[in-house]
């Protein structure tokens, strides 16, 4: 095994931001430089005020703010960092094709395609590359070939080590990881290369937690492990609509069934449905591969999990519209939440924006108020959909900084994530401050029935008649 000194990250975004920190962290003898071709990303990394970080994290820019300028390095230099790095982790974002074959379920690697062009062309001396993002399988093989045509003598080992950190507890997930996943080449150099990642990670983690398999298995395994979980949140998301026709509660029932410690209880929270940039993206990519391979009962068993996603979000939104009347032309709703889950910034596929834009087509003014997430983010969203004009989407939709600016006059509150200040709320001034009847959708079910009905709301929650 070999110790190194340097090594560089290309992708400065949610995953190569804070895994990077904390290699910085734990590994001070090695230098660590972060690179990214979006110059306004790196700036924010730059900032001397650590609470403009591109990434809002938990204790991501107390890691950042003692490594930085040490270790820890952000820059647009990708060539120089990828000439000096001994190991390249590439982790480059890999969303779903918007095109061409395979649009609308393959992964787009067109971003991994040229970093391996541009480690192809610009490296002089041998290299481990990691694939840090996630990828189909089999993607470790053409990055190889790529790399293995250079023609300049370079020699190129390619491990696979999916990241498993989730948005929200990043750094925690990060510094406790239950495991790391090192694949890899089963030859002479290929163990010495596995050996070389796991020795980083051995700083701060113990090693039966390192796994080490071939390349495929650990490629398969990260989009596996997202559609198991993602599964789960499905599944009992499918129970709270016959909760919600019956009188069972989709609390009591996640607590009975998660009591059994085969199940286990962890995932088993319904919500208005899951967002974030990776669930839905890897079981769409992983739907993809079981078709190309012919196995048609394989990839739609795992496209239910994102049918019944879609029918939550809808759901939701459907039933808003039915309580409010069946109409809810040029009513003010006000969301609490627009970011996909509680203590992160990111919006990608959260199911605020469906639900907005369900509610929007029916005329609907909504008033956003999210801790974390920007004005010019949730346009951003929506005009991406498509659906309206961004002049449209202006004029119905208001961006507030203050939650009981929100809530002033509304017909309802949608709760769509559960950031923690919401329960901390003075819930009898907002029942105050709004039309009547008040109603409140908790979509994320974490404020009291009883206390909400008592104040005189009409409050309906996921899962609960
Ligand atoms: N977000 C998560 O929680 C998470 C967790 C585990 C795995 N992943 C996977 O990790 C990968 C990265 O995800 P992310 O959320 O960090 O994406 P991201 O969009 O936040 O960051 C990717 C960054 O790569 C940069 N980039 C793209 N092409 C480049 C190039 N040729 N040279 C230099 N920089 C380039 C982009 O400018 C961007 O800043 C994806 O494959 C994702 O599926 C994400
Ligand atoms: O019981 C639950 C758990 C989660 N969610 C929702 O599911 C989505 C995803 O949540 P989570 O998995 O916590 O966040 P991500 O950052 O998307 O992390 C997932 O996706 C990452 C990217 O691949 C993986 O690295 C992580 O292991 C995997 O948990 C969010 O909208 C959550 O609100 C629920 O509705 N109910």
């Not at 930085?68 to 969303?95: C, H, Q, W, Y």
């Not at 048609?296 to 239910?304: G, I, K, L, M």
């Not at 605020?352 to 087509?361: E, M, P």
Request: proline share 3%; aromatic share 10%; with cysteine.
């Amino acid at each position: 095994m070999r110790k190194i000194n340097k090594i560089c990250c290309i992708g400065a975004g949610y995953v190569g931001g804070p895994t990077m920190a904390v290699i910085a962290k734990n590994c001070p003898e090695i230098q660590v430089e972060v690179v990214d071709i979006n110059q306004k990303r790196i700036d924010l990394w730059n900032h001397e005020n650590l609470d403009l970080l591109p990434i809002y994290e938990p204790g991501l820019k107390e890691i950042v703010g003692e490594t930085r300028g040490k270790n820890l390095f952000f820059s647009t230099e990708v060539d120089k960092a990828i000439e000096e790095a001994e190991m390249i982790f590439i982790s480059v974002n890999t969303p779903t094709k918007t095109y061409g074959k395979g649009k609308g379920q393959a992964a787009d690697l067109k971003y991994i395609e040229l970093c391996a062009r541009n480690i192809a062309k610009v490296a002089k001396t041998d290299k481990i590359v990691v694939e840090k993002s996630t990828l189909p399988v089999r993607t470790a093989g053409a990055i190889k070939s790529i790399l293995d045509n250079t023609g300049n003598g370079v020699n190129f080992e390619i491990l696979s080590n999916p990241e498993f950190l989730a948005e929200g507890t990043a750094v925690d997930d990060l510094m406790n990881a239950d495991r790391i996943l090192i694949g890899g080449d089963e030859t002479e150099s290929g163990q010495k290369a596995k050996d070389t990642l796991s020795w980083i990670y051995e700083h701060w983690l113990p090693k039966e937690r390192i796994l080490q398999t071939n390349v495929w298995s650990s490629e398969l395994s990260k989009l596996v492990a997202n559609a198991f979980l993602a599964q789960r949140v499905s599944s009992i998301n499918a129970v709270s609509a016959l909760c919600e026709k019956t009188d069972a509660n989709v609390a009591e029932v996640s607590k009975a069934i998660g009591h059994d410690s085969r199940i286990g209880s962890k995932f088993l929270n319904s919500s208005v449905g899951f967002g974030g940039s990776c669930f839905q993206k890897d079981i769409l990519n992983l739907v993809y591969i079981a078709k190309s391979y012919g196995l048609t009962e394989v990839a739609d068993y795992w496209e239910q999990v994102i049918i019944m996603n879609d029918y939550q979000k809808r759901r939701f939104a459907d039933n808003i519209i039915s309580t409010l009347y069946n109409t809810v032309s040029g009513k003010k709703i006000c969301f609490y939440g627009w970011a996909f889950k509680k203590d992160t910034n990111d919006t990608r596929e959260s199911a605020a924006i469906y639900v907005a834009d369900a509610l929007l087509d029916e005329q609907a003014q909504i008033v956003i108020y999210d801790p974390k997430v920007s004005e010019e983010t949730i346009y951003s969203d929506l005009d991406y959909l498509g659906t309206r004009s961004p002049e449209e989407n202006r004029k119905l939709i208001k961006v507030v900084k203050d939650p009981m600016d929100a809530n002033k006059d509304a017909h309802a509150i949608a709760i769509m994530t559960e950031w923690d200040e919401f329960r901390a709320y003075d819930w009898k001034a907002i029942f105050e401050n709004m039309l009547k009847p008040a109603f409140v959708f908790d979509g994320r079910r974490i404020l009291d029935k009883d206390k909400m009905d008592s104040i005189g709301f009409k409050y309906y929650k996921i899962g609960q008649s």
